[in-house]
């Protein structure tokens, strides 16, 4: 993508509205102001809305709208912007845009205004990212943790990080360039390893914290798992409040498994509803019973379902067993309250090494029970997103993260190794790299011109 050429695009959702947004950035984007609305007066102030007339290139009335002009770089993407801000409605923003067009704009490629943004500094990654988290947050934790990182709170811890990490750079380089010279310069090693296992340390938090960010930025992964007719779609549908899930006494009535969101104290819940576990001759419902194993691996809750009235199997108290050892949340649901419970003491004992275990009745109307299970949902929720600190969100987050974890550890080893500086130098760009991809914002000119700069080595 050539950042050349005036781009434009209509910038509100389609559909009409009462107001419509068309924007243009690029050095062609006062020529189409002008050219749009030909009365627009020379030296109107920037960043000020006017109203006004806006025509096509065949001088036909389009809308009276506000226009404004925002000349780079104090603008969104750093460049010359215009805005149209006109009425609402497909026809208009769609001859507006045309005429944007034809004037001499072309049209922008999705991101493209907050990826020229980027390129133009007025964002690092972590913030471009968290523009387009900001616009597609449906939860409040979601919109709350693409806040921070608009506002630049992972961008600005890693390159807090990046600094540190070049300071140790600086250090190792300079003994490497000056080391053929009558001195022999000696890196000073508990300098440079106490800044290595800083930043070690920071990134390993971080990487601590991964899965609150993404639960925070994806939602909850709730999992409901169970023998076949334990009551599963039946709480599914009451949780979401829907018939979604199909319901039958039939068992082996779920063969895949079905996701919804909804949500709990301001946090997003990935409900998924399973196909019943149980040994069976069915292969498309073996595959869907592979799938229900795949979504307990990759749940962050599991809810339990179990027809009391049925009782346990012995695989059943395996699974719980495990679960109860495991640190993964539970909640237990013993189903179909209305009929006569089928658990000896044993399986008590087992029901009481859950912190969350009820009671209910979910054929029924109102369901007996469910509230304390959604009651439980929303602590466990909460619990499993909240907490201090600066958060990675993403996958891409937690790679850069994990590769500069893994050269530093190198970088360590071999400081303690007294490995030679060249190679300690490149573990350390290394890291730097991974962290720098994070940011999108590292080059080495800036670690030569760091060296000659604040470190004058006597020359
Ligand atoms: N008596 C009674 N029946 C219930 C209760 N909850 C659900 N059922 C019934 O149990 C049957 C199975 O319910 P489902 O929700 O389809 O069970 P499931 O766990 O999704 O089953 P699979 O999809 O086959 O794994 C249905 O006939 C429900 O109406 C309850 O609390 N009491
Ligand atoms: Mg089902």
Redesign the pocket.
Same mark, same amino acid.
């Given at each position: 993508m050539s950042m050349s050429k005036t781009i434009a695009a209509i910038a509100t959702p389609s559909g009409r509205g009462g107001v419509g947004i068309v924007r243009v950035s690029g050095k062609k984007s006062h020529d189409i102001l002008t050219r749009l609305v030909p009365d627009w007066p020379e030296n109107f102030d920037a960043h000020r809305l006017r109203l006004s007339h806006i025509h096509d290139l065949k001088g036909e009335l389009v809308d009276e709208s506000l226009a404004v002009f925002m000349p780079g770089p104090k603008s969104y993407t750093g460049e010359d912007v215009v805005e149209f801000q006109c009425h609402g409605g497909p026809v208009i923003l769609r001859r507006v845009l045309d005429a944007a067009l034809e004037a001499g704009a072309r049209i922008a490629e999705p991101g493209e205004f907050t990826q020229r943004a980027f390129l133009n500094g007025r964002l690092d990654l972590t913030q471009a990212e968290a523009v387009a988290d900001l616009v597609n947050a449906t939860s409040a934790s979601a919109h709350q943790l693409a806040l921070e990182h608009l506002q630049g709170s992972l961008g600005d811890e890693i390159t807090d990080l990046v600094e540190v990490l070049m300071e140790a750079v600086v250090l190792v380089e300079a003994a490497i360039d000056f080391s053929h010279e009558e001195h022999v310069y000696q890196i000073e090693t508990d300098e440079v390893g106490r800044r290595i296992v800083d930043v070690y340390d920071r990134l390993h938090t971080l990487r601590q914290r991964f899965d609150r960010g993404r639960r925070q930025r994806e939602g909850v992964r709730a999992v409901i798992l @169970?023998r #076949? %007719? !334990? @009551? =599963? +779609?039946?709480l599914f549908n009451a949780l979401h409040g829907t018939d979604r !899930?199909i $319901? #039958? *006494? $039939? /068992? @082996?009535? #779920?063969r895949d498994f079905l996701e919804e969101e909804l949500h709990l104290e301001g946090v997003a819940i990935r409900l998924v *509803?399973t &196909? @019943?576990l149980r040994n069976t001759g069915d292969r498309v419902e073996s595959l869907g019973i592979e799938r229900s194993r795949e979504m307990e691996r990759r749940a962050d809750l599991v809810i339990w $379902?179990v027809d009391r009235s049925e009782g346990f199997h012995s695989e059943d108290r395996r699974q719980l067993h495990k679960l109860a050892e495991s640190d993964r949340p539970a909640i237990i649901i013993c %189903? =179909? +309250?209305?009929?006569p419970a089928a658990f000896d003491d044993d399986d008590r004992r087992l029901l009481e090494r859950f912190e969350h275990c009820f009671k209910? %009745?979910? /054929? &029924?109307e109102p369901p007996p029970g469910l509230e304390a299970v959604v009651d439980a949902m929303a602590k466990v929720a909460v619990e499993l997103t909240a907490g201090e600190g600066v958060l990675l969100s993403r996958a891409r987050h937690l790679e850069g993260v994990v590769d500069a974890m893994e050269s530093l550890q190198r970088a360590r080893q071999g400081l303690k190794m007294q490995m030679e500086h060249e190679l300690l130098a490149i573990d350390l760009r290394e890291a730097l790299d991974a962290l720098g991809r994070i940011t999108g914002k590292i080059d080495t000119d800036d670690i030569l011109e760091r060296i000659f700069s604040d470190f004058c080595v006597g020359k």
């Open positions: @169970g #076949t %007719n !334990a @009551g =599963k +779609s039946t !899930a $319901v #039958t *006494d $039939v /068992a @082996g009535t #779920t *509803d &196909a @019943g $379902v %189903n =179909k +309250s209305d009929r209910t %009745n979910l /054929a &029924a």
